[in-house]
């Protein structure tokens, strides 16, 4: 069946970085949008960056110079490289993969950002 398996959330320091990775399977990884979106506490899910299938990205305006999204068609794998951190970055972000008539979720990983 479908997984997708967030890791490397956690807690960093205001301008410090991650790397959230999310881990495909039971699918095919190369014909699928890959995505990150977050969500934090009494807010609506939101898009960070979508990386499609040619190539082309899309990030948030608010995440845009900071974050990278990328993608290891071998390993079935999306990554999210985050610098400079910021406290309004804190939710729980979540892996898409998106095609038309699927879209699948991951369970989500929890980013804070805090002194």
């Known amino acids: 069946q479908v997984q997708l398996v967030e890791s490397g959330g956690g807690l960093a320091e205001p301008g410090g970085s991650l790397r959230l990775s999310c881990a495909a399977s039971?699918?095919?990884?190369?014909?699928?949008?890959m995505g990150w979106y977050r969500q934090a506490p009494g807010k609506q899910r939101e898009l960070v960056a979508q990386l499609n299938t040619g190539g082309s990205t899309t990030y948030a305006d608010a995440v845009k110079g900071r974050f990278t999204i990328s993608r290891d068609t071998v390993k079935k794998t999306v990554y999210l490289q985050m610098n400079s951190l910021k406290p309004e970055d804190t939710a729980v972000y979540y892996c898409?993969?998106?095609?038309?008539?699927?879209?699948?979720w991951g369970q989500g990983t929890q980013v804070t950002v805090s002194s």
């Open positions: 039971g699918f095919t990884f190369s014909n699928y949008a």
């Open positions: 898409n993969a998106k095609r038309q008539f699927a879209n699948y």
